[in-house]
């Protein structure tokens, strides 16, 4: 079992940046792909980016080229780093491991989530 642990949220102005965290607790991190997700009020929780065991990425293409995914095995930690943030934005994220295959954008293919970090940016 996973247990993650999300950090880094806050309040930003349009165009700013915040870097998400994404700690796991547990000697197998390094075997999981780890997505990042992401839930605005009233809406769907949607599918945000991931990365791989071998440090492959993937992202949503409302976030591609301002979003960057990472990971940090060492620290058992996954990142989202956030550029030109946008009031679009603006949800609660969540990080989660894909049990299924590489690439899924769908919630039902992950199975151990956090808790949330919420990230609002102002307009």
């Known amino acids: 079992q996973v247990q993650l642990v999300e950090s880094g949220g806050g309040l930003v102005q349009t165009g700013g940046s915040l870097r998400l965290s994404c700690a796991a607790s547990?000697?197998?991190?390094?075997?999981?792909?780890i997505g990042w997700f992401r839930q605005a009020p009233g809406k769907e929780r949607d599918f945000v980016a991931t990365?791989?065991?071998?440090?492959?990425?993937y992202y949503s293409s409302s976030v591609k080229g301002r979003f960057t995914i990472s990971r940090d095995n060492a620290k058992s930690t996954v990142y989202l780093q956030m550029r030109r943030l946008e009031p679009e934005d603006t949800a609660v994220y969540y990080c989660?491991?894909?049990?299924?295959?590489?690439?899924?954008?769908?919630?039902?293919?992950?199975?151990?989530w956090g808790q949330g970090t919420q990230v609002t940016v102002s307009s």
């Open positions: 989660a491991t894909l049990r299924g295959h590489w690439g899924s954008r769908a919630t039902s293919d992950y199975d151990y």
């Open positions: 547990g000697r197998t991190f390094i075997s999981y792909n």
């Open positions: 990365i791989s065991r071998n440090n492959f990425t």
